[in-house]
C-alpha cells in the first residue's frame, strides 16, 4: 500500500464486511438488538483493539532498529 488512505480504505472495507457478517450471525442467532448494548460504547470497544503506534514512535520513527550495524 502506498498511503495511509489506501490502508485505511482496506482496513475500513474489510472491518464493514466482517460486522455485516457477524451482524447477520447474531440475526441468525436471534440476538435481540438490546443485548448489544449502546452502539456508541460498541464502537468505543472495537476501536480500543485496533492496535496503538509504539510509545517511541515521535521520537525514533517507523523504521529504527536497536541491532547493531
Known sequence: ???????E??????VIAGLHSTFADYKA???RV?????????????LAAAPA???WY???GTYWSSSSA
Open 9 to 14: 480504505r482496506s482496513v475500513t472495507d474489510k
Open 34 to 46: 438490546s443485548e448489544l448494548g449502546d452502539p456508541d460504547q460498541f464502537v468505543e470497544r472495537i
Open 53 to 55: 503506534l509504539h510509545p
Open 58 to 60: 515521535e521520537q525514533f
Open 1 to 7: 500500500m502506498a498511503t495511509i488512505e489506501e490502508f
Open 29 to 31: 442467532r436471534g440476538v
